[in-house]
């Protein structure tokens, strides 16, 4: 058991309502537990309640035991003088504030159900990447849909982000900044950071100078790896071979050899299908004169696919917000709704919990649930865990306080 769970109960309003004291005998109505703060300093910021007579706007600092005040030394802490209210497990220590005066104590235990914390202990102690596995038959398909939603809007604000950084490293320059993002898409998970050094290091006006002559490209990128290959790492651990780096960045130079589209004609389509159709061309480019298995497409369908997803749709992204064009940003997320499920590790393992993507926002969401919420068992901020936390609850019970 950890203060996050409190932080919970606190934030949610979660107490069983009734008359609650603080540990002087004040009565206590709370209107509003305050902004959680995820930075130094009090743990809730701008809580309001009454605590006897007095209405009180300030914050709350949460510990499990009353004795951490002091283990904490908040009360050497000027910070801490605007605390109305120190919420503990247990413990009736005073909380002396720097300032001499004290802080008023809440004991919370008596007032929390006990199925909270059984619900949580339950979650915590589960194995494996998906802590809520066991119970997510208890969970309608509807509230994991919605979270992917959710989840795949956030992985396009994160990859629009790191679109914008190749803006500003590029000063402006939209098409070297589809460039290097093009160039990371080549890179699979493994070398992608590597391909995008590559492909700061080669400006598009040089690719555009050599365009139709394939083997300057090309020299011009061995020469990258050559040069940097202290610092550029192309790895091919547990590859096939088509998917060995040397192999992906040949066929990159024979992409580009062949043309790039103007980043505006790109942002300018109407849908995925139609940026499909400009590269056609290129995906049937003769492999075998170029050295390269003629089975394999210079753009493969699942290359396009990531570099449409994680590149092109932030581009447009940015795009709407730069010029303030909400239509374009709609758009972006229309592309990823428009744009087929993918297939990988991540979405294997939302398919055996019986919960499947029909588009790429939804398998998006799988992605940044996984790393941002499931595997650092960040249960209590995600909407299915907090449903399973609550879902005992009577509905007044969780509502009244
Ligand atoms: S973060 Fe949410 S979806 Fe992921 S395991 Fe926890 S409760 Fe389940």
Redesign the pocket.
């Known amino acids: 058991m950890n203060e996050a769970i409190m932080h919970f109960i606190w934030s949610n309003r979660l107490m069983r309502p009734g008359e609650w004291y603080t540990q002087s005998g004040d009565r206590i109505w709370l209107e509003s537990p305050g902004q959680h703060n995820h930075d130094a300093g009090p743990d809730f910021l701008g809580a309001r309640l009454r605590i006897g007579k007095l209405w009180w706007t300030g914050a709350v600092e949460i510990h499990w035991h009353a004795m951490e005040w002091y283990r904490h030394r908040h009360q050497l802490d000027p910070t801490y003088n605007q605390v109305v209210l120190h919420v503990v497990w247990e413990g009736s220590q005073p909380a002396t504030r720097f300032d001499g005066s004290e802080a008023d104590t809440f004991v919370m235990k008596p007032w929390v159900d006990g199925s909270i914390l059984d619900h949580y202990r339950q979650?915590m102690s589960e194995g494996g990447n998906?802590?809520?596995?066991p119970q997510?038959g208890q969970v309608d398909r509807s509230r994991?849909l919605a979270?992917l939603d959710r989840g795949g809007l956030a992985r396009l604000e994160l990859h629009t982000r790191r679109f914008r950084e190749y803006l500003q490293r590029c000063e402006g320059d939209w098409n070297q900044a589809i460039w290097i993002g093009l160039a990371r898409s080549f890179g699979l998970k493994v070398n992608s950071d590597a391909m995008e050094q590559i492909a700061f290091s080669i400006s598009i006006a040089e690719i555009r100078a050599c365009q139709g002559h394939f083997n300057l490209i090309w020299s011009k990128m061995k020469e990258q790896v050559e040069i940097d290959s202290t610092w550029i790492r192309l790895r091919r651990l547990r590859m096939r071979p088509a998917s060995f780096p040397e192999h992906k960045l040949r066929q990159l130079a024979v992409l580009v050899a062949h043309g790039l589209p103007d980043v505006y004609e790109l942002l300018s389509t109407s849908s995925p299908a139609e940026v499909r159709a400009l590269f056609k061309s290129m995906s049937s480019i003769d492999a075998a004169s170029h050295n390269l298995p003629s089975s394999d497409d210079c753009f493969s369908p699942t290359t396009l696919q990531v570099f449409i997803i994680n590149t092109l749709i932030p581009a447009l992204f940015c795009y709407g917000e730069e010029h303030h064009l909400p239509q374009e940003q709609d758009r972006a997320v229309q592309w990823l709704e428009q744009l087929g499920p993918e297939k990988n590790r991540i979405t294997n393992i939302f398919a055996s919990l019986n919960v499947h993507a029909n588009n790429a926002l939804r398998t998006q969401g799988m992605i940044h649930?996984?790393d941002a919420?499931?595997q650092p068992?960040?249960?209590l901020?995600?909407?299915?865990?907090a449903y399973?936390l609550t879902r005992t609850l009577n509905k007044r019970y969780a509502k009244t306080a």
Do not use: D, S
């Open positions: 979650l998906f802590p809520c596995a997510q994991y979270m649930q996984l919420y499931c068992r960040r249960c901020e995600c909407a299915v865990g399973l």
